[in-house]
């Protein structure tokens, strides 16, 4: 079977997944894919991983993190409060939830087309797509 997933060249990814399995899978998936990765296993974490990064000059290619977390920090939460700090990282965010629990944690019509959203559970070629598809979208803006 030819494996068609899309794969990256070393773009740093911040991962932020408080389920420890979930967030291991996805590591491992896309360090397959040829991406370096942090991980963080909540907002504020994924904060101070951003910061430690900042000031040692290294610039994360792309945020990808958990809707629904712990903590009073969720994924659109912390999306705001990245590009508050570092306004050109991107974000993309995943979730298991449907889009009605998307909007009710605030993500309105606007945010749903400009923020990727892709569904748990995912596959790797899904994944791989996703995360091409917004590091190429970077690199066109």
Known sequence: MEDTAKRGNFE???VVE????VRRITV?????????????TDGP??????SELDEAAVKVDLAFSDVVMPFGMNGIDLS?????????????LTSGYPEKVLREAGLGEEDLRQ??????????KTLSE???SALVKIDQD
């Open 28 to 40: 491992r998936l896309l360090l397959g894919l040829n991406y370096d990765v942090v991980e963080a």
């Open 80 to 92: 705001i409060a990245i590009w508050g700090k570092y306004p050109t990282t991107p974000v993309m």
């Open 12 to 14: 740093k990814i911040l």
């Open 18 to 21: 408080d389920d420890e399995d």
């Open 130 to 132: 996703a995360i091409a």
């Open 115 to 124: 923020i990727k959203v892709i569904r748990k559970p995912y596959s790797r």
């Open 45 to 50: 974490a994924a904060l101070r991983v951003l």
